[in-house]
């Protein structure tokens, strides 16, 4: 009922850019914060950065400095600003929100597909 979709990935030099998006779709009442994993292979998934419903951020210390969470354009979007990128930013990059459903009193979490970032030469 809840549909994360990512885009944004490829592949970039060390050095460069990527921006990534999630979208999420669905009977949503209201989203208490998103985020942006990453989880590369033999790895355990990590926490990248995350966006609260009052606009508070966070980012992971690997990442501090080079990349940017925001709230995209359109409702119910956020973007991730990926600068600077480097070797070890190689991973597949999941979209994940905390959210409640129409007609529920819960808040439960959603998981994108995910999406590939390669950082390589």
């Known amino acids: 009922q809840v549909q994360l979709v990512e885009s944004g990935g490829g592949l970039v030099q060390p050095g460069g850019s990527l921006r990534l998006s999630c979208a999420a779709s669905?009977?949503?009442?209201?989203?208490?914060?998103m985020s942006w994993y990453r989880q590369a292979p033999g790895k355990q998934r990590e926490l990248v950065a995350t966006i609260t419903d009052d606009d508070k951020t966070n980012y992971a210390d690997s990442v501090k400095g080079r990349y940017t969470i925001s709230r995209g354009s359109a409702k119910n979007t956020i973007n991730l600003q990926m600068n600077s990128l480097k070797p070890e930013d190689t991973a597949v990059y999941y979209c994940y929100a905390d959210l409640s459903l129409i007609f529920t009193n819960r808040r439960d979490p959603y998981w994108g597909q995910g999406t590939q970032v390669t950082v390589s030469s």
């Open positions: 669905g009977t949503i009442l209201h989203i208490y914060a």
